[in-house]
């Protein structure tokens, strides 16, 4: 079970992110992350204190996401990554991409 949730739109829109992001929910992930930026343009932080998996399918979807607001001059940040979740985004060097936080 995956779970996306828009906590706050103030300075930045900020996401919690839970449970497991897989090839099944990653197209539902992008669409509400797309929704939420193309109502209020604006950086878009992710907290990933509860993500506990994700595949090589959201891998590709943080780079959608990533490249949306890159033309727009926005930025991603993920916060609260646990290792094996941030070991993921750096073997794919996606740290290169966006800012990711421990």
Do not use: W
């Not at 839970?18 to 992930?29: L, T, V, Y």
């Not at 990933?48 to 949306?68: H, P, R």
């Not at 607001?69 to 070991?87: D, W, Y």
Request: charged share 25%; net charge neutral; glycine share 2%.
């Amino acid at each position: 079970m995956q779970q996306v949730k828009l906590i706050s739109a103030q300075d930045e829109l900020c996401f919690t992110l839970s449970g497991e992001i897989d090839s099944s929910a990653s197209e539902n992930f992008y669409e509400e992350v797309k929704a939420a930026y193309l109502h209020d343009p604006k950086n878009i932080v992710f907290d990933c204190a509860a993500l506990t998996f994700i595949d090589s399918t959201t891998l590709g979807t943080f780079v959608k996401i990533v490249k949306q607001l890159k033309a727009n001059s926005h930025t991603v940040t993920l916060v609260k990554v646990q290792p094996r979740i941030r070991k993921l985004f750096e073997i794919c060097a996606l740290d290169t991409l966006m800012r990711i936080e421990r």
